[in-house]
């Protein structure tokens, strides 16, 4: 009997009953579904979130990017393997369409799929007494930004204990390659592939003559101390803690990879283009 995870986009009616019938038809097969507890009710047995990955064979993401990041925070400090089925709007990081779903999983249990391992981000936030809390890891980013419209935050970034510039900006994001193609991107910052290893540091609205995102290697420690006003930390798109002046934001690479599901036959580049709607120009160049 194999036990599998599933997490389901908790706004989409559609997602909902996509899960359902995958939970019957894994229970048909003989194999356990455990679904966290803070979802609603996709049919499987609900356990504790701090529990749900305990003993899991992998787990099922049914929503778009959003649902994968909240899977992975559920799974990836304990090495689960999580499988991405799109029901959002761009579904970048899922790797199966919802009419394929069956198919999908009979491959995963089979065992033909392979293992894409992603990097991530340890982010602690360490207040003026230097104490550290709120560990978490991301897949994507950790952003420090503006509490209210009208108002920025200014930031102190240093690298590696070298302070390396001042912002006065809407936000400061650090991204993972594979958020890269996230906020860091609409923000005007580089794509960089998950194959190579580095953090992204892209301002967001800076009021500054420099203004230019910066990327920097994987053993380098980034931190973003908070000069003056009020911001948040976002982890993954979700607001984790409320800074103020003196508060620091320490990101270094990641102690754990994130492990996705895949089954070949799309490169990043591929993705890339299919996502963001490229396929003519790509064309052009392949007919050359």
């Known amino acids: 009997m194999t036990r599998v995870g599933l997490v389901t986009h908790q706004e989409r009616h559609d997602a909902d009953e996509l899960g359902r019938a995958m939970t019957t038809w894994l229970q048909s097969q003989g194999h356990e579904v455990l679904i966290p507890a803070s979802d609603g009710a996709t049919g499987g047995k609900r356990v504790p979130d701090d529990r749900f990955a305990e003993g899991l064979d992998f787990a099922v993401s049914v929503g778009g990017d ?17 499988l991405g089925i799109n029901r959002g709007h761009l579904g ?23 293992v894409q391992e992603r990097m991530t981000l340890d982010v602690t936030v360490c207040g003026p007494d230097g104490d550290s809390a709120f560990p978490q890891l991301a897949l994507n980013d950790a952003v420090v930004e503006k509490c209210e419209a009208g108002h920025t935050v200014r930031v102190a970034l240093a690298i590696s204990g070298q302070h390396a510039i001042s912002y006065a900006a809407d936000a400061l994001i650090v991204a993972t390659p594979t958020g890269s193609t996230a906020y860091n991107l609409s923000a005007g910052g580089p794509v960089v592939s998950p194959s190579h290893r580095a953090l992204v540091v892209t301002p967001v609205a800076a009021h500054s003559l420099f203004g ?13 101390a908070v000069e003056a006003g009020e911001a948040v930390l976002g982890v993954d798109g979700v607001h984790r803690a409320r800074l103020s002046a003196a508060d620091v934001v320490e990101c270094r690479e990641g102690s754990t990879a994130v492990r996705l599901v895949t089954f070949g036959g799309r490169d990043f580049w591929e993705v890339v283009t299919a ?14």
């Open 92 to 114: 970048y990081l899922t790797v199966v369409e919802a009419d394929d779903w069956r198919p999908a999983l009979a491959r995963v249990l089979g065992g033909d799929f392979a």
């Open 212 to 224: 230019r995102p910066l990327v920097v290697g994987p053993h380098e420690v980034v931190r973003v």
């Open 275 to 288: 996502k963001f709607g490229l396929g003519a120009g790509a064309q052009r160049l392949e007919g050359r």
């Open 66 to 82: 959003g649902t994968m990041l909240r899977t992975v925070g559920l799974v990836a400090r304990a090495g689960v393997p999580v």
